[in-house]
């Protein structure tokens, strides 16, 4: 029985207390070790990614503006270039520009028909636009406005004077955004169609819209006298009524001296 007992605790190995502690010690040095390199290659991966040279954007190409002040855009791209994401990441880097916040900030000052961004890595970008068409002029306040034919804000102007244009003063000086609703366009198109009316006879100027009623129109023109509609009948009536009239000798005998014919009122024409 006793040779039985020490064969078997001969057989057994005890573990050492010492060794245990420095096995333990070793793995916690080495997953140290680990977390401190992942942490560092983390550190470098993401400084490589995202603030290195390496995918900065080092040229734009910006086309297809015709009408647009290009100062102005290039100005937009460059504050959205330089700008930065969370605070933290620069948008001067492919990884990070984004097509959609760029257009969203161009939305801000222009309503374009199309933008297309292209991204060439690692350092080239690329950006068409189509401009949408405008001949129409809408001045409230200070400000000057491009609107499409339907009433809607597209861009700020920095001046009225090309001849093509017809140039509208809200005379209630409504403010206006980007790529909203500034006026009805059936509106708008009784106004353009006054004003290539009026064009067979006189010069029109500037359309004062909402003077001196939700409806009315003042045309001033290149004469010396303006020129009163009613938005709400019919825009070419009016004007013919007006056209036969100057034909008469009393009238052009004394158009030197009159101010303004206002058609508003059916077909009667008052004139001082």
């Not at 006298?225 to 709400?232: A, G, H, P, V």
């Amino acid at each position: 029985m006793v040779s039985y007992l020490k064969k078997d605790y001969k057989d057994l190995e005890l573990a050492n207390p010492r060794k245990l502690k420095e096995a333990g010690q070793k793995k916690r040095k080495m997953f140290r070790f680990l977390l401190i390199a992942i942490s560092v290659g983390m550190v470098f991966f993401i400084y490589w990614l995202f603030f290195s040279p390496q995918f900065q954007i080092r040229e734009i190409n910006i086309g297809g503006i015709n009408k647009i002040s290009q100062e102005k855009f290039d100005n937009i791209v460059n504050e959205y270039r330089y700008s930065r994401k969370y605070y933290i990441f620069p948008r001067n880097n492919l990884l990070i520009f984004s097509g959609d916040g760029l257009r969203g900030r161009i939305g801000e000052s222009y309503l374009l028909q199309k933008i297309d961004i292209y991204k060439d890595y690692p350092g080239y970008l690329e950006i068409w636009v189509e401009e949408k068409d405008s001949n129409i002029v809408w001045l409230t306040d200070d400000y000057c406005f491009h609107l499409d034919q339907e009433g809607v804000a597209i861009e700020t102007c920095d001046s009225a004077s090309r001849s093509n244009i017809i140039k509208i003063k809200d005379v209630s000086n409504n403010a206006v955004l980007i790529s909203r609703g500034v006026v009805q366009a059936e509106t708008l198109d009784k106004m353009i169609r006054a004003k290539e009316a009026l064009s067979e006879f006189v010069t029109p100027d500037v359309f004062h819209y909402q003077d001196d009623g939700p409806f009315s129109l003042r045309v001033t023109t290149d004469q010396t006298f303006d020129i009163y509609l009613n938005l709400e009948e019919g825009i070419e009536a009016q004007v013919q009524r007006l056209k036969l009239l100057l034909t008469q000798d009393k009238i052009q005998q004394d158009l030197p001296q009159i101010k303004y014919f206002d058609l508003r009122f059916g077909k009667k024409i008052y004139y001082q």
